[in-house]
């Protein structure tokens, strides 16, 4: 049983506190100090109502998404080929034949991460029509393959926000789904460490057995910074890894404080093996990530998670400094650079020539996945420079709405959420969405497999969660009911 406290909207009711049941509700009600009549709402949880749990494919696919080496490829598709995107594609394909054949209605589940996926798409469309009609000049068979590399992912974005966002009915089928992600987080964490502590990678071994697939390169599993190697785990780099392991902090928390499955111990050890991570990644783009994932969700935790993070933030920080000899002064040589670090002074060149080539086709760019730099120094390390680059003004402003909507609109929907659990999880995903758009002016996010496929998957869990606060809304408001924050601003402005 879960439980709420909510304020009547009649006023003029004046019974005896009683109990009856409305709809499987059962409802408290007696007279409260502020003139309102106060009520408790005791609910079942929805889950105990309907035991269905997202597919196995979801599941696997976030598994996948860590667990793979995204430069394993089966060769014919080429860097499209890893684990997480051919299962991504395929939830896309299930998708798509389960509406043609009529066996769900997409149409009903409407949130805002469709507007931002729908922005991406028209522009992937407008820019991809203008390469192949040579309105964005002469292309080459490279920057076409490129082109449609593009297209593929968009298609496996498609596949996990609009299945994520329409199987996630309850925080229970969420809390399914964080399962099988951590379980993948943990395997690249540990992964991590071990490269880490003895400067060698288990993953090459590991991909010896994967038969069928062969090694497509583009990852840097170790970068000297400092007196300390750097390490990426399963993710193509050190950057890489630190942001996309703050980004599934938050929800690491949430699955702590609320998952009733397992033993609490080991749930925290996955906590601070992501922590871990992030550390040893001796990242600025990862620390800038961290700090926005923690600032956001923190306040969304219940009273007692708030307290206790007042205590362990400080006591993990202080614990990694003394465990890692070395790392205090390396991050902070880390942040405290000044333009001339090789690798600021780089992206400050980088702009004038940015400039150049976006004058030459402001519209539509070169064609989406078009820019393949032969000079390292050339790489633009800014998925917004990056995005204007290859597709205009049009895709600079997809870009931008797709890493910055989603996020700001569940955290709207955390501050409407009334059942605690509901609300954590909110919050926990608007933080780790809102990672995205800061880490986004860092790195060029979307060219980084893990990334680019773990940020669909948040913006559906974000959107899965829109609905499911709208639906709580609408439930108390079908029985006359306001939350005592909504009536605490009402009576605020009745006294104006």
């Not at 090694?215 to 993710?235: E, I, P």
Request: glycine content about 8%; some cysteine; aromatic content about 10%.
């Amino acid at each position: 049983m879960t439980y709420h406290e909510f304020v009547c909207i009649d006023e003029n009711r004046r019974d005896d506190e009683q109990t009856w049941t409305m709809g499987g509700i059962v409802i408290v009600a007696g007279k409260a100090a502020d003139g309102f009549d106060s009520a408790r709402i005791f609910t079942p949880r929805p889950s105990q109502a309907n035991g269905e749990e997202p597919p196995w494919l979801l599941r696997f696919t976030a598994f996948a998404i860590f667990a793979f080496p995204a430069n394993m490829v089966l060769k014919p598709l080429g860097a499209a080929g890893h684990v997480a995107m051919l299962l991504s594609l395929l939830l896309f394909v299930f998708w798509g034949v389960s509406l043609l054949l009529g066996l769900h209605k997409s149409a009903l589940f409407r949130h805002p991460g469709r507007i931002a996926l729908g922005m991406m798409l028209l522009a992937t469309c407008i820019t991809y029509v203008m390469l192949f009609s040579d309105f964005s000049g002469t292309s080459t068979i490279a920057g076409r393959a490129s082109a449609d590399r593009w297209v593929l992912l968009m298609a496996g974005s498609a596949g996990l926000i609009l299945v994520t966002a329409e199987v996630v009915k309850t925080t229970d089928h969420a809390m399914v789904l964080v399962r099988a992600l951590l379980r993948g987080a943990f395997f690249c964490c540990l992964l991590a460490a071990v490269q880490f502590v003895t400067r060698t990678n288990p993953m090459e071994t590991i991909q010896e057995f994967m038969i069928g697939f062969t090694d497509n390169g583009g990852n840097t599993t170790f970068q000297l910074r400092g007196g300390l190697m750097r390490v990426a785990g399963t993710t193509f780099t050190p950057i890489e890894l630190g942001v996309v392991a703050s980004m599934v902090l938050p929800i690491s928390v949430w699955r702590c404080m609320f998952d009733r499955v397992g033993r609490k111990w080991m749930h925290w050890c996955i906590t601070g093996s992501l922590v871990f991570a992030i550390a040893a990644t001796i990242s600025r783009s990862g620390m800038i990530s961290a700090t926005v994932a923690v600032l956001v969700s923190v306040f969304f935790l219940p009273k007692i998670g708030r307290q206790w993070a007042l205590l362990v933030i400080p006591a993990a920080v202080t614990g990694l400094f003394v465990a890692v000899p070395g790392l205090m002064a390396t991050l902070l040589g880390a942040t405290t650079v000044s333009s001339d670090d090789p690798s600021i002074s780089t992206r400050l060149n980088n702009y004038p020539r940015v400039e150049a080539m976006f004058l030459e086709r402001p519209i539509g760019g070169t064609g989406p996945g078009t820019y393949m730099p032969e000079n390292a120094l050339e790489l633009l390390d800014n998925q917004y420079l990056h995005t204007a680059v290859e597709m205009g003004t049009i895709g600079a402003i997809a870009v931008f709405v797709y890493l910055t909507f989603p996020g700001l609109t569940t955290l709207q929907a955390a501050r409407h959420a009334a059942d605690p659990s509901l609300r954590c999880l909110a919050g926990a995903v608007a933080g780790a969405a809102l990672v995205a758009a800061p880490a986004s002016a860092t790195f060029d996010s979307l060219s980084f497999p893990v990334f680019a496929l773990l940020y669909p998957l948040i913006v559906g869990l974000g959107g899965a969660v829109w609905i499911m606060v709208k639906s709580e809304s609408a439930q108390f408001q079908g029985l006359g009911m306001l939350t005592v924050d909504q009536a605490s601003n009402r009576s605020i402005r009745s006294k104006e």
